[in-house]
């Protein structure tokens, strides 16, 4: 049980969130800066990964050289607006494998419905980050951790953009044994479980769909 929330606080990360918070921030640019973002925020996600010693040639000598120890990552976008996570830690992780979960919120309920799941078949022996860029409310990700926690992955990390109080409380009374990793903690939820002073809809402003 580790209840842990860990911020974020670099300060390119930062910067390029306040550019994707502008509202007149277009959609091509948002995209931009939410595959750098999610770049950055996988440079500390991925900082204590183990390394196992191999034996490499340079052009001048042979040595025993550090290389990730094991499989790698399997990373999980909860679809839609994860995708954009997804592809920034890609461009950083090439060999990774990847899953996907589908979940939509019932606009009435708020409560997340699964559309889709595939995940690769080898989880259960590869370090699993799961990616999306907010915790609102916190149904969706407490769903899609209930969901692949049923794949027995070695570990699961969540990373976010964004996160609000209320979520993180949700999220960690469900799941104290995963850890969030985000780049902002907002001040509160509004009355539609919208994120403040959070950045709107990522999927619409990614995917240009407002």
Do not use: W
Not at 64 to 73: C, E, H
Request: with cysteine; aromatic share 6%.
């Amino acid at each position: 049980m580790n209840h842990s929330t860990t911020l974020i606080e670099h300060p390119l990360i930062q910067h390029k969130l306040s550019l994707m918070r502008q509202k007149d921030t277009s959609t091509a640019k948002f995209r931009q800066l939410l595959e750098e973002i999610s770049m950055l925020l996988a440079y500390e996600v991925t900082r204590e990964l183990p390394l196992e010693s191999v034996s490499i040639e340079t052009p001048l000598a042979r040595m025993d050289a550090p290389m990730l120890a094991g499989k790698k990552l399997v990373l999980i976008s909860i679809m839609r607006a994860g995708q954009g996570i997804l592809d920034g830690i890609l461009k950083l992780i090439p060999s990774a494998r990847v899953g996907h979960i589908g979940l939509y919120r019932d606009p009435r309920t708020l409560v997340p419905v699964e559309y889709y799941f595939k995940v690769p078949h080898d989880v259960h022996e590869r370090e699993m980050l799961i990616v999306d860029p907010m915790i609102a409310t916190g149904n969706s990700a407490i769903a899609a951790v209930h969901r692949l926690k049923e794949t027995q992955p070695l570990s699961i990390k969540f990373v976010c953009l964004l996160a609000a109080p209320e979520g993180i409380a949700s999220f960690h009374a469900e799941h104290p044994d995963v850890p969030i990793f985000t780049a902002a903690i907002d001040d509160k939820l509004d009355q539609h479980g919208y994120i403040l002073p959070g950045l709107g809809d990522a999927g619409d402003r990614m995917f240009g769909t407002q």
